[in-house]
């Protein structure tokens, strides 16, 4: 066997469109992340977006996972980046999976506020892929919790060289933000009509005040 293939035997554990995802065989705190067809678009946003990121020296990750360099494997090409789970060990919730369990978005604005000001801070340009299954409430503790997007990371227009100045990125940001929300709540409006009774309420540790203006 050649040691600098990577062999991977475990089922998946999880799969979108373009890509599905494996534990890390030699590390727990990692995935890889494999291309299912011919289709890389949303690979080669992720990897651009972390390139410019690496140039501009930005080093904080505490909504996006961390990049850990490309690898070959006994099945195809993928890269590495942190596993994200829970302190349990378990890989964390999507916010779909509140949702679909009647847990209204309103339980997760201060959470978004949080990601919002980071990704325009950072200045992550996202496309209409970032949505309510590619981001994962991350429980860090019993008290503390966190959302980390997991794809749609990086610009899907064809013109992107504007990202490079703050200006235009931000601009970006606050209008794909906008409709991201916008989607949200639409999407919890409708799963909480499906829901009948009342809405259901993170745990008292882990609810938080409402962000000042
Ligand atoms: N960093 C990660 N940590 C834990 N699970 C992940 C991570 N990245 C992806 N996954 C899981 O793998 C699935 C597919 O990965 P994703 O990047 O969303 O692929 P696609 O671009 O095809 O939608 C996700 O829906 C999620 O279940
Ligand atoms: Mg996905």
């Known amino acids: 066997m050649n040691p600098a293939i990577l062999h991977i035997s475990a089922e998946p554990i999880g799969a979108g469109q373009e890509r599905v995802c494996y534990q890390h065989p030699d590390d727990e705190s990692k995935v890889v992340k494999i291309q299912k067809g011919d289709n890389d678009t949303q690979t080669r946003r992720e990897l651009a977006l972390y390139a410019s990121l690496a140039r501009r020296g930005m080093n904080d990750f505490e909504h996006i996972p961390r990049y850990h360099g490309k690898v070959q494997t006994n099945i195809g090409n993928g890269f590495v980046v942190d596993r994200i789970a829970d302190h349990d060990g378990a890989v964390s919730r999507s916010l779909w999976w509140h949702f679909e369990r009647g847990y209204p978005v309103t339980e997760f604005l201060p959470y978004l506020e949080e990601l919002r000001r980071y990704l325009l801070d950072k200045r992550i340009v996202f496309s209409v892929d970032m949505g309510r299954y590619n981001i994962l409430l991350q429980k860090l503790s019993p008290s503390r919790a966190r959302l980390v997007v997991i794809d749609g990371l990086g610009n899907h ?11 235009f990125a931000r601009r970006k940001i606050r209008r794909r933000w906008q409709r991201f929300i916008g989607r949200l709540h639409n999407y919890s409006a ?8 009342s809405p259901r309420k993170l745990e008292a540790a882990y609810r938080r005040q409402q962000p000042g203006p």
Not at 157 to 167: M, Q, S
Not at 190 to 196: G, L, P
Request: no cysteine; aromatic share 10%.
């Open 157 to 167: 227009t064809a013109i992107n060289w504007l990202d490079n100045i703050g200006f």
């Open 190 to 197: 409708e799963t909480m009509r499906r829901h009948e009774g």
